[in-house]
Structures are given as structure tokens and as C-alpha cells.
């Protein structure tokens, strides 16, 4: 990949500058927006905001470069993601403190396999193969009092942090397919930004128009408004970034729809965590500390249901 | 020579792989880069605390900081003693209980004077992961002689799930350095100057957990 082949993809350039013009105009409409109203809570959003420039600047650089700087950039957002999860989790025994050297050796493990596209061994590598390995580990151990909790909370954090987003970089270990130039790349950035789009308008409609929360026990901001309205932008959206992907026009409605939906999803999955340990919301949280598991609370779902919509659709 | 060794140790390679493999984040270290000489005083969990403490510091005060050790521990052996002073520049004492206060406190005072810094662990010992113990007395001794010396309080907490006392296996996990406002000891009292020491050290832990947690 080099900057020729990299300009002659106008697909993926066309996102490319579509998204560093959306980045400049959130920057510009925080900064404006603070200036204006300072008593306005913008941290949280500010951060986002930061947090995307940092992805956009791995992943043209990736592409510019040389894309394995993906599954690096990949990795280590798994490892940090895991590392906050298992440091803020509070149903791990102490005695389990050094299993987690081998959810740590897996993650190398987990995008090896997706750069040299090992598609059957990538999915069961940590749902079977690490799941049984865990349980035996910890039975190694000896210590039995509440030994069931720790075989199930040390692989269910395996699986929201590692498997997940490995399946992000899976999409650029994707053949090419005839008459599809975008390729991984461009599944890649329709997943991310259909995703991250989505939370920004169920965010908006929230605020616009939220009455009737959903869930209020865990997450009092979601409302059937922000949810509606979210979702059905969002498969607008998919419709008109379908370029990006070979979906037909049917195709590109539906998985738009099921993108948003899997993002609640996810988001509610991270907040009920996030609940039961007693952790403040993000926007609370001290700027620029910790955090990540709060930017990749929907991608850890949407990724892996997006991957594996297309790969049965086109791949398989 | 020695700095060219420190500045590999603490600078390039301590600090990044703190920050990026172990999971060390720094909150208000601007603190350290407002005063000439200090003396950090920070709680005490795992070997990680020093190694996290010099990495904060800039260059400049790398070669003119001495974390104070526990010279029982860290000089039992020549080769020990040797790596210990070669890594760390550290300053080392003797902590046994009969002759409490005078050989040890002379040391420290002696690198002050020098117009050197100073790393205090006044719990004495790592103690079990993630508890605080009873301050040993030796930093008001200290800083009774020295009143126009800043002690910056430092609270630290995660370490101690790195690298346990006892354990060899160094495990990642998120952990924070927290820097305090540095202040200067007003009184006479040696035992009042531990204890509102101790109590800011507490008070910075309890701000920090607050604003992480309901």
C-alpha cells in the first residue's frame, strides 16, 4: 500500500476527507460551544473528539504507510481496554492476579491470526480454545472458593476487549473481491464510522428530544426517543456511505439498522459494568486518564456482528 | 557517564514501558518542575513506586534525586548494594529499630545540604498490596532541620496488584501516581509534621478515589 495506490482508491479517500472535515467541525463547534456557554459539561465530548483524531491520524497512516500498523494500533487499543477492564473489575479474586499474563499472551496470539487471515482458528481461538485454557489454569491453581465467577468473568473480559476489536483488523486480512475496490479498508471505516455516528445521534435526538428512558436503572440518559432517532439516521447513513461496502441497496438499510441497534447494545452492556462496580460516568472521570473502555463500548459489539454479517454474505 | 545511564534507564526505556505496557498514569506532575529541590513522600506498596517516582522526573532532577532504601535490604550484598546505588542513585540507610533517628537522618540531611532531592517512603516497608501503615518518624526529624525544603506528598495506588511484595511476575494493570501541592513543615513537632503528612498523603488517595468513584 503507498500513496499512489492510496489516492487511486477514491472511495476510501472521499471517507478520509469526509471524516477529517467532521473532526475539524466537531473540534471547532466544542471549542466555539465552550467559549460561548463555559458552564456547558463539553469534557466528555471534547475527549471523543480527541480520542477520534488519534484513530483517524493510526489509520491514515496505516494506509499511507504500510497497513500492519493497523493490527499493532489494534492491539494495543485491545491490551489497554483489557487492562482497564481487569483493573476496575471487582469479581476476580486476588489469587487470579497472575492468570491474566495469558489473556495478555492472547492478544499477540488473536491478531496473528487475523493478519495471516486463519478465519477458523481467529474465531474459536478465544470463546474455546482460551475459555478452556482459563478454567484449567485457574483449576491449576487449586483455589476453589468462587472459582466459577472467575472462570467466567476472566473470559467474558477476553471477549469484549480482545475478541472484539481483533475482528476490526480480521477485515483488512479480507480477500479482494471482483468489481469492490474499497476493500477491508472500506468495510473497516464504514463499521467504525457507522458506529461512532450512531452514538453521536442517539446522543443528539437524546438531548433533543428524550422523555421515555429505556433502561433508567442503568443508563438514565438513553431514552425511546435518543434510540429511535439514532437508529433511523444511522440507516439512512448506511444507506448513502454503502460505496464503502458490496451491500446492495437492501443490503446496506439492513445492516445500517442492525449496526445501531448492536451499538446500544453495546454501550448498555459497558454502562451495566461500569454500574456495578460503582465507576462515575466518563465526563466525571479525571481528563485524559483511563477511559478507554468508554470510547470502545459500542465497537465492541458492532464490530463483531459486522464482520460476521459480511463475511457470511460475501466472504464465505 | 552515570547520567547517560540514568537518562536510557528513567527517560527512554522505565518510562514508556511504565506508561504503555504497565499501565502507570501520571495526574498533576507539573507540581514536581515548580521547585528546585523537594522531597517526594509517598506511600509505599511495590518496587514499582520508585521506578514509577524517578520516571516522572525531568532529566535534570533524575541526577540530583536519591530515593532513601532500606540498606538491610537493598545492601545485604556487595553486588546488590552496587546495582542498587548503580540504577537508582540511591541513598542507603540503615533502618534498624534500637538506634532510630541519628546515622540515617544525618545521611539525608548531608544530600540536602548538597542542594540534592529526596524520595521518602516513611511507611518503611511495602507492607501488604494496596494498605497504608503507621509513618515512621524520620521524615519530621527531617523535616524539622530542613523548613525551607518542600515535601511534595505523593499518593500512589495499583502498584501494589503490579508487583506484589513477595511476587516476581510483573502483571499490567492501571495505576496512578497522584502529586499533591508542595508545602513547606511549620512546626517544631516532629510527630505533628508526620501526621499532617500522612493526612494530606490520605486526603489526596480519598479526592482521588471520589472522583473516580460514587
Given at each position: 500500500m503507498n500513496l499512489a495506490q492510496f489516492s487511486a482508491n477514491k472511495e476510501v479517500t472521499f471517507i478520509i476527507l469526509l471524516i477529517i472535515g467532521l473532526l475539524v467541525f466537531a473540534t471547532l463547534l466544542f471549542f466555539i460551544w465552550g467559549k460561548l456557554k463555559p458552564e456547558a459539561n463539553l469534557i466528555e465530548l471534547k475527549l471523543r473528539t480527541k480520542s477520534w483524531w488519534t484513530m483517524a491520524m493510526v489509520f491514515i497512516l496505516a494506509i499511507v504507510i504500510n497497513p500492519i500498523i493497523s493490527y499493532f494500533a489494534f492491539g494495543l487499543l485491545s491490551f489497554m481496554a483489557l487492562r482497564e477492564i481487569s483493573t476496575i473489575s471487582k469479581n476476580v479474586r486476588d489469587v487470579d492476579r497472575r492468570i491474566m499474563i495469558w489473556c495478555y499472551i492472547a492478544i499477540p496470539i488473536q491478531f496473528m491470526l487475523a493478519y495471516y487471515g486463519y478465519f477458523n482458528l481467529f474465531v474459536i481461538f478465544i470463546p474455546v480454545v482460551m475459555f478452556i485454557f482459563i478454567s484449567f489454569m485457574l483449576v491449576i491453581r487449586g483455589e476453589t472458593t468462587e472459582i466459577g465467577r472467575s472462570m467466567s468473568v476472566i473470559p467474558t473480559q477476553l471477549m469484549l476487549t480482545v475478541f472484539s476489536l481483533s475482528h476490526l483488523a480480521f477485515l483488512l486480512s479480507l480477500p479482494q473481491i471482483a468489481g469492490f475496490n474499497a476493500g477491508g479498508r472500506g468495510l473497516l471505516l464504514f463499521v467504525v464510522f457507522i458506529t461512532e455516528i450512531n452514538d453521536v445521534f442517539q446522543f443528539t435526538w437524546g438531548k433533543l428530544l428524550g422523555r421515555h428512558a429505556i433502561i433508567p436503572k442503568i443508563s438514565p440518559n438513553k431514552t425511546w426517543e435518543g434510540f429511535i432517532g439514532g437508529v433511523l439516521t444511522t440507516t439512512v447513513l448506511g444507506y448513502f456511505l454503502r460505496f464503502l461496502t458490496p451491500f446492495s441497496v437492501v443490503e446496506s438499510l439492513v445492516v445500517s439498522f442492525v449496526i445501531a441497534c448492536a451499538g446500544f447494545v453495546g454501550d448498555v452492556v459497558i454502562s451495566a459494568v461500569k454500574r456495578d462496580i460503582g465507576l462515575k460516568d466518563t465526563g466525571t472521570l479525571i481528563p485524559g486518564h483511563g477511559g478507554i473502555l468508554d470510547r470502545i463500548d459500542s465497537l465492541a459489539i458492532t464490530s463483531v456482528v459486522f464482520f460476521h454479517i459480511v463475511y457470511n454474505l460475501y466472504y464465505s | 557517564m552515570r547520567g547517560v545511564l540514568l537518562f536510557v534507564t528513567y527517560q527512554v526505556f522505565m518510562r514508556n514501558f511504565l506508561r504503555i505496557l504497565v499501565g502507570v498514569k501520571y495526574i498533576n506532575?507539573?507540581?514536581?518542575?515548580?521547585?528546585a529541590q523537594f522531597i517526594l513522600v509517598a506511600n509505599h506498596n511495590s518496587h514499582i513506586d520508585t521506578m514509577a517516582l524517578m520516571s516522572a522526573l525531568s532529566y535534570s532532577q533524575l541526577k540530583k534525586t536519591h530515593p532513601v532504601a532500606a540498606g538491610d535490604y537493598f545492601g545485604i550484598s556487595p553486588l546488590k548494594s552496587f546495582i542498587t546505588r548503580l540504577f537508582t542513585n540511591a541513598l542507603l540507610i540503615q533502618r534498624s529499630k534500637n538506634a532510630e533517628g541519628k546515622n540515617p537522618i544525618q545521611a539525608m540531611s548531608a544530600s540536602l545540604v548538597k542542594g540534592d532531592s529526596l524520595i521518602l517512603f516513611p511507611e518503611g516497608s511495602r507492607g501488604e498490596p494496596q494498605k497504608m501503615q503507621q509513618f515512621k518518624k524520620g521524615v519530621g526529624l527531617l523535616l524539622k532541620k530542613h523548613p525551607n525544603i518542600a515535601y511534595i506528598p505523593v499518593y500512589m495506588t495499583g502498584m501494589g496488584r503490579i508487583l506484589p511484595k513477595g511476587e516476581r511476575l510483573l502483571i499490567p494493570f492501571d495505576s496512578y501516581v497522584v502529586f499533591g501541592e508542595a508545602s513547606y513543615s511549620h512546626t517544631d513537632d516532629t510527630e505533628a509534621i508526620v501526621k499532617e503528612i500522612e493526612e494530606k498523603i490520605i486526603a489526596l488517595g480519598v479526592a482521588f478515589q471520589k472522583s473516580k468513584f460514587e
Open positions: - | 506532575v507539573a507540581e514536581l518542575n515548580k521547585h
